[in-house]
C-alpha cells in the first residue's frame, strides 16, 4: 500500500498489485509522471519510488501505474480478488471490509453486498467493528478496499463514494493487460501479473 504521493498527498493512494505496478482509481484522473509514490515497511521504512507511466482501463474506473523500478522484498505486492469472488461470499452475516482513508486510518465497514462491478458497504453491525468505523468523506475516494483473506490483505476494489467502491472483480485480465500496456510505454518488460489468492478452502455459496 503507498500511504502518500508527492502529488496529492494523502489523497491518491495506490496499492501495489506487483512489485512494479501500482493500481489506482481513474475518477480523480492520472498523478503526474514523476510523482513520487512513498511506501512504508512494517520497520518504519520508507521507499521511495516514483510513478513513469499510466494506463488507464477502458472498462473500469481503475488506472495500473509503473514504478521507476522494482520494490524490495521487504514490500509484499497486494493480490486481487479473482473475477469468481463472489461466488464464495455470503452476506449473513455481514463480512468486514478494511477501507483507508486520507487520514491513513484502517476503516472498517459491512461488505452489503457485490452488484456488478460495484461493491456496497454499511456501518457495521458488530460493536466489535463499530470501533474502528467512521463514515467515509469525499477525498477518501480512490483508496483501496481489502478484505483478510487467508491472512492476507486482498486488493477488492478502490473507494468511489461513501457508500460504494469500484471492484477489481471481472476486470482481472484488463488489469493484467494494462500491466503489458504500461510496460511497453515504460521501454520494459516486467513479466508480472497480478495474483489472487487461494480460495479453495472456501466453499462456493451463489
Known sequence: ICPSTSANSLFCLGTAITPRH???HKHGGALANGSTMRFVTSDNTIVLRTQDQTVSLTVADMIVGLLSSDLPATITPCPIAPDNFKSYMGFTPRPPVL????????????MQAISGPMIFNEQPANAQRLAFYEVTVTNDSGKGWFALINDQLVLLGVHRSVTDGF??????????????????????STGFTATNPSLSNFNVVS
Not at 477501507?99 to 459491512?110: R, T, W
Not at 472483480?169 to 504500461?182: E, H
Open 22 to 24: 501500482i493500481l489506482y
Open 99 to 110: 477501507i483507508l482513508d486520507q487520514e491513513a486510518k484502517g476503516l472498517v465497514h459491512d
Open 167 to 188: 471492484g477489481v472483480m471481472g476486470f482481472n485480465s484488463a488489469i493484467n493487460a494494462a500491466i503489458v500496456a504500461v510496460d511497453a510505454l515504460g521501454g520494459v
